[in-house]
């Protein structure tokens, strides 16, 4: 069983930059793909990036590409996002997740454990 809890979260104004934190505990980290999603209200959740289980390989949705960069540090069981030029349009709950399986994917369906998320707010 693996345990999620994201960190990071904020208010920032446009422009702006926050790096959210997953850190793992209660399984093998290393033996995960991760990745972060995110929910805005009245909507189902969306991908945002993905790594997987060693870090060289990424995956981004369209609307964060060139924005964003998910990394991580399996000494530290650590995932990260990096979020540079925030929108107003990026507000919502950020969700980490793992999956088992090692390579990237960007379906929520693979995904075997969530964290309970953190709030990212950008004002305009």
């Known amino acids: 069983q693996v345990q999620l809890v994201e960190s990071g979260g904020g208010l920032v104004q446009a422009g702006g930059s926050l790096r959210l934190n997953c850190a793992a505990s209660?399984?093998?980290?290393?033996?995960?793909?991760m990745g972060w999603f995110r929910q805005f209200p009245g909507k189902e959740r969306e991908f945002v990036a993905t790594i997987n289980w060693i870090g060289d390989d990424t995956e981004y949705a369209d609307s964060v590409k060139g924005r964003f960069t998910i990394s991580r540090e399996n000494t530290k069981k650590t995932a990260y996002l990096q979020m540079n030029s925030l929108k107003p349009e990026d507000t919502a709950v950020y969700y980490c997740?793992?999956?088992?399986?090692?390579?990237?994917?960007?379906?929520?369906?693979?995904?075997?454990?969530w964290g309970r998320g953190t709030q990212v707010t950008v004002s305009s």
């Open positions: 209660g399984g093998s980290f290393s033996a995960y793909a």
């Open positions: 997740a793992a999956t088992r399986l090692i390579y990237t994917t960007p379906d929520s369906k693979n995904y075997d454990y």
